[in-house]
């Protein structure tokens, strides 16, 4: 009996996938189909897969053409399965065609060819789509538009910006339609994306969401946890989705870091620490008292993600050291103290720290290095080091494709509730800014 393999993601199945299976089937007696999981796919850069694993094996097997069905999930695992398969043909599309010749040493390597005139690509991009406009044209939109082209389902359409000129100067590069007023950019969207400095984030979501548009807004949300609470409650009236792009609540590997530890692995946790620091020029705007500037207001939403992630949000005691210079924080320490756990974090805008992530329980630690709110590596270790594990993700791009890839999910499916940072978690992360903005147990150093 002849056996032939053949691979593939098969998102939406079409006529060109049918042609191949049809083709690969003839070319022996029994057909092997193995089709990726969506973690593999997500780790080879495949991001807009629209159908999950179980839904692809489905239509494969619908097809009546496939005597087996295998799932792929890491790279290099054909050549396993052509020795333990006992394969006599691998067989592939023409878009393929060189790449796999090292297959050869252990079987036939065919190459059929690719029906044109048709893809997943093309039927993806035919399904709804989600217009986003931007507010704010500064560095983290620049990096958002092309990992928005990363995913399925969305589109960046226009932008705003009340400088006109750095507006205009934002379209041309990016090839996009640029708003005259904000009350444009909200009519030409299905959903806005606020990226503007934040002491303004609170005026144009709140906008937005008046108007009936969904709000992906960056970090930090707003700086009031009462502002943060209206701002949910008006969505949920107005039944759009809100969610804070705080891009590492939604990267692989900070996900799966959560998961793993509370299953236990490392004990009861006792201790988080954090840090984020980033050097910034004197001048700039994140240094301004009169915009709200300083380091617990740039960045404390960040190390405040893994404290709430592990021990939630009701700490007993919220304390800050600061180091002031020209009436704001240039550095501070914050310490959170919970019933059965501590927690604390640095953040520096004029003062420069390691930039890991440590969480300690009573059997080990995770030891995430910096920068490890972008990680895509982290250790688990314990006092017998021959039990330590290190873990690898994907962490593609930028990363922010798995916070828009979260966004329009929630949209299509009309999932108003963000679980992966949930809207407690932002009020509170606004509470933490409030506490600090009034002094409440500020120290200073
Ligand atoms: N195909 C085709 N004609 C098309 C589209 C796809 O012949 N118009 C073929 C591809 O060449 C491939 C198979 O259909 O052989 C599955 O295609 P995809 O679902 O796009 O999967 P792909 O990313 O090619 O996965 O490691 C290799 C992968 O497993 C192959």
Redesign the pocket.
């Known amino acids: 009996m002849k056996k032939v393999i053949?691979?593939?993601?098969?998102?939406l199945l079409?006529e060109?996938?049918l042609?191949?299976l049809r083709r690969a089937k003839a070319l022996g007696d029994y057909l092997i189909v193995?089709v990726?999981t969506d973690s593999f796919d997500l780790e080879r850069g495949?991001m807009n897969t629209v159908q999950s694993v179980t839904e692809r094996i489905a239509a494969v097997l619908a097809t009546g053409l496939a005597d087996q069905v295998i799932i792929?999930e890491y790279k290099g695992q054909k050549l396993e399965d052509i020795q333990k398969y006992d394969v006599d043909i691998f067989a592939?599309?023409?878009?393929?065609v060189g790449k796999f010749d090292y297959i050869r040493e252990f079987c036939e390597v065919v190459y059929?060819p690719?029906?044109?005139g048709?893809?997943?690509t093309q039927l993806r991009e035919n399904l709804s789509c989600v217009r986003v406009g931007i507010v704010g044209t500064g560095s983290i939109a620049s990096r958002f538009v092309p990992e928005a082209a990363e995913v399925n389902g969305v589109k960046v359409v226009s932008a705003f910006n009340p400088d006109p000129e750095l507006c205009a100067d934002f379209c041309r590069s990016f090839s996009l339609a640029q708003a005259g007023t904000y009350e444009q950019l909200l009519e030409s969207s299905d959903a806005v994306y606020v990226a503007s400095p934040h002491y303004t984030h609170y005026e144009y979501v709140k906008q937005a969401i008046e108007a009936g548009r969904h709000v992906l807004c960056e970090t930090p949300f707003v700086l009031r946890s009462d502002r943060a609470r209206e701002l949910y409650e008006l969505s949920e009236s107005r039944g759009v989705f809100l969610m804070v792009a705080h891009k590492t609540a939604y990267c692989p590997a900070f996900v799966h870091l959560v998961s793993l530890l509370k299953s236990g692995i490392i004990g009861d946790i006792v201790d988080v620490n954090a840090s984020v620091t980033t050097l910034t020029d004197e001048n700039s705007d994140k240094l301004a008292s009169s915009h709200f500037g300083g380091s617990v207001t740039e960045n404390a939403c960040f190390p405040l993600l893994p404290v709430f992630k592990f021990f939630g949000t009701d700490w007993k005691d919220l304390r800050f050291y600061s180091k002031v210079r020209n009436g704001v924080d240039i550095y501070t320490k914050g310490i959170l103290l919970y019933d059965n756990a501590v927690a604390s974090f640095q953040v520096g805008l004029g003062a420069k720290t390691e930039g890991n992530l440590v969480v300690s329980g009573t059997r080990g630690y995770a030891y995430v290095p910096a920068p490890w709110w972008r990680t895509d590596y982290f250790e688990i270790r314990y006092e017998d080091q021959n039990q330590n594990k290190k873990y690898f993700y994907p962490f593609a791009g930028e990363g922010l494709r798995y916070e828009i890839k979260d966004f329009v999910g929630h949209i299509a499916a009309n999932d108003l509730r963000s679980y992966r940072l949930t809207r407690e978690e932002n009020i509170r992360m606004a509470d933490v800014t409030d506490a600090f903005l009034n002094k409440i147990q500020v120290f200073q150093i």
């Open positions: 053949t691979y593939g993601t098969f998102d079409h060109g996938h042609n191949l193995g990726t495949k792929e592939i599309g023409s878009d393929w059929l690719r029906t044109e048709i893809s997943s």
